[in-house]
């Protein structure tokens, strides 16, 4: 096998279709389509993600090929998102991408959709040294990750309920904000008192999270107020996303500093889609002037969903000969 493979990559785990073309570790294209039609939703609805997914693949893996010049036959094999997601979802990317691998009588490289989050990083320089540790927080995920090689990574901490991302949502639900509502917090907060309002951060054991009793808090919260004041929300929207930015990010640094102090590791990444926070980044910069850490942050386009990060991932499986063979099926919960 070539050791600078040219490789296409397939993200299909939720709501983006995204195609990347990288070739010796450098990336050449990535096109993304990200469905609208789950707005009216209120969430993404998997069947409609599926669905979506289908009308969209093909043009999208078209225009990553013809964006970065290369022939379908230069290709030395195909990734695709294995899995954490939604199952109809990765179906479809794993389906094209093993037609097309199959067609091309070339490998599949299926790759941990988390474990590329991380290793997006390497999609730009400097990237960070290892050993690393990485904050990886999304809609579905909030890990404590120690990285000490692309395919050497260990769990030190995770949510033991809800994800991160998953409490934005909520939190701008219940303000009234429309879906995806965590960028539309990130947004009001700008202009808002992080000290406003104090809601809680749930401590828990060794470096784990919890994010359902801050949910709860912010419930309740906001119950006891529009009791007194039916327009409280719309009275003071920038001071309530504001201190719910600072709690929901604050929870995740006491964490990181617990998981730096007791490693001993001062190079802190953050990865996953709301990585692109802005609160978090301004308070993880602040973090490393305080602390002395070496800190790295993603890109806004590496930061949601993107096949860029699949490619990146698969590069390193690809040099380590971790490819796979036609057998290889999706898992809608592939383990760590």
């Not at 997601?85 to 009588?105: N, T």
């Not at 009791?227 to 995740?252: K, W």
């Not at 964490?255 to 953050?270: D, V, W």
Request: hydrophobic share 45%; charged share 15%.
């Amino acid at each position: 096998m070539p050791s600078s493979p040219t490789l296409l990559a397939i993200e299909s785990s939720c709501d983006e279709t995204s195609a990347a073309v990288l070739q010796g570790g450098v990336l050449l294209s990535n096109v993304v389509a990200t469905q609208e039609i789950h707005q009216q939703y209120g969430g993404v609805v998997p069947e409609l993600a599926s669905r979506a997914h289908q009308q969209h693949i093909v043009p999208v893996v078209h225009e990553a090929l013809q964006r970065a010049k290369v022939p379908k036959n230069a290709l030395d094999a195909i990734a695709f998102t294995q899995g954490p997601g939604l199952l109809g979802a990765l179906l479809v990317g794993a389906s094209f991408a093993k037609s097309m691998a199959q067609g091309l009588q070339i490998p599949v490289v299926a790759v941990h959709h988390m474990r590329a989050h991380i290793l997006a990083h390497f999609l730009e320089t400097p990237h960070p040294p290892f050993p690393f540790l990485c904050l990886t927080v999304s809609g579905g995920h909030t890990q404590l990750v120690q990285v000490n090689s692309p395919l050497d990574m260990h769990i030190l901490g995770e949510t033991l309920d809800d994800a991160v991302g998953e409490a934005f949502d909520k939190a701008a639900k219940m303000l009234g904000l429309p879906y995806p509502g965590g960028p539309l917090i990130d947004r009001h907060a700008q202009t808002g008192n992080p000290q406003a309002f104090a809601f809680t951060i749930t401590e828990m054991p060794e470096l784990n999270y919890s994010f359902s009793g801050v949910k709860t808090n912010i419930l309740y919260f906001l119950q006891a107020q529009r009791r007194h004041d039916p327009d409280f929300v719309e009275h003071h929207l920038a001071d309530l996303c504001a201190s719910i930015q600072y709690t929901l990010v604050e929870t995740l640094l006491v964490k990181l500093r617990k998981a730096a102090a007791q490693t001993g590791i001062r190079h802190i990444t953050i990865a996953g889609g709301v990585s692109a926070n802005s609160g978090l980044r301004q308070a993880l910069t602040a973090e490393a002037r305080q602390h002395d850490w070496h800190v790295y942050i993603p890109k806004m386009e590496y930061c949601t969903d993107n096949a860029a990060m699949i490619a990146m991932a698969a590069h390193f499986q690809y040099q380590a000969g971790q490819v796979g063979d036609l057998a290889v099926s999706p898992q809608p919960r592939l383990p760590f």
